[in-house]
């Protein structure tokens, strides 16, 4: 157990339709990383936040969003979604914003676009 | 940029054999390096990380890296191979975000 979590563990919805998944940081981690793994693409950085801001964006489509709060815990907001999006979405947390440091993985929340 | 090339997508070792993972990278700077490993169904776990000193690491569950300099490599091995390795492997790297291998997926045969 990374001491991350994620929910939900699964999402099933339909195109078009706009999802909310949540991902709870280790304790006292102030980074939060999204990412998303999918057979085509494979694990691919998302975005970044540190301790509410945020701080890097990787492949992140215009349709996803994402925000901090002030409790640490982070949105990954999907909307207008299409087939394409279903993939497993993993959060990860680190202690702070360094290169060396490691990032623990939350169990991932699974979405299915149909 | 830093990016990292993982040779092998697929890797089939007996029980009880070597196992070896190919991982190298690209970087203008000497980079962070990682080694996660990923079960069915699990998100991602730590193996083990090179970031300065002794060029030769040890992780969990009996694995262990080097960094060649010279050669840009950072290859996972295990001198035995068990059962329970059967997950895939990622090789990472990162000057500020994480960018992952393709993986390599390990298969243990009895």
């Known amino acids: 157990d990374s001491g991350v979590t994620q929910t939900p563990k699964h999402l099933i919805t339909a195109t078009g339709q706009r999802v909310t998944l949540r991902c709870s940081p280790r304790s006292g981690d102030l980074s939060v990383y999204w990412y998303q793994q999918s057979l085509d693409q494979g694990l691919q950085f998302l975005i970044h936040?540190?301790?509410?801001?945020?701080?890097a964006k990787g492949n992140i489509l215009e349709r996803f969003s994402a925000q901090q709060f002030p409790d640490l815990h982070s949105e990954l907001n999907l909307s207008s979604l299409e087939l394409g999006d279903s993939a497993l979405y993993f959060c990860?947390?680190?202690?702070?914003?360094?290169?060396?440091?490691?990032?623990?993985f939350g169990p991932g929340t699974r979405l299915t676009v149909l | 940029a830093q990016s990292v090339t993982q040779l092998g997508s697929h890797v089939s070792v007996s029980e009880g054999a070597l196992v070896l993972l190919r991982c190298n990278y690209s970087?203008?700077?000497?980079?962070?390096l990682f080694w996660y490993v990923q079960y069915p169904n699990q998100g991602l776990q730590l193996l083990l990380k090179?970031?300065?000193?002794?060029?030769l690491v040890k992780g969990i569950n009996g694995f262990e890296a080097e960094f060649k300099k010279s050669e840009t490599s950072f290859h996972l091995t295990k001198p035995s191979a068990h059962m329970s390795d059967a997950a895939e492997y990622f090789c990472?790297?990162?000057?500020?975000?994480?960018?992952f291998g393709a993986g390599t997926q390990v298969v243990v045969t009895p």
């Open positions: 990860a947390s680190s202690p702070t914003f360094a290169g060396a440091d490691t990032q623990y």
């Open positions: 970087s203008s700077v000497p980079p962070y």
């Open positions: 990472a790297s990162t000057g500020g975000k994480l960018q």
């Open positions: 090179y970031t300065t000193g002794a060029t």
């Open positions: 936040y540190y301790n509410g801001e945020e701080r």
